[in-house]
């Protein structure tokens, strides 16, 4: 999954600044129904860390099954957070 790809597909722009708020809670709304939907480990773990990103993100246990899935999104939030702290 192209992140840029992934923000046309739920925003239909992949500029970030140009997204209005209405365009965002949608976009928001469909990736969660997607996430729910989704059945392929990859694609669901990709969805997720967007919906993290947007901060918007199911919790680990409703979200993933599997503790190996559930390990990989906690090593996904301890990245983000030493990025930010550094950035």
Excluded: C, H
Excluded at 11 to 32: K, N, Q, V, W, Y
Excluded at 41 to 67: K, Q
Aim: hydrophobic letters at 45%; zero cysteines; aromatic letters at 10%.
């Amino acid at each position: 999954m192209d992140f840029d790809d992934q923000l046309r597909r739920y925003f239909g722009t992949d500029d970030l600044s140009t997204i209005a708020p209405s365009a965002l809670e949608a976009g928001i709304d469909r990736m969660r129904v997607d996430l729910g939907m989704e059945k392929d480990r990859n694609r669901r773990f990709a969805l997720w860390s967007l919906l993290y990103l947007f901060n918007a993100s199911p919790d680990l246990d409703v979200a993933f099954d599997n503790e190996e899935d559930r390990n990989a999104a906690r090593d996904f939030m301890d990245m983000m957070a030493k990025a930010q702290d550094g950035a």
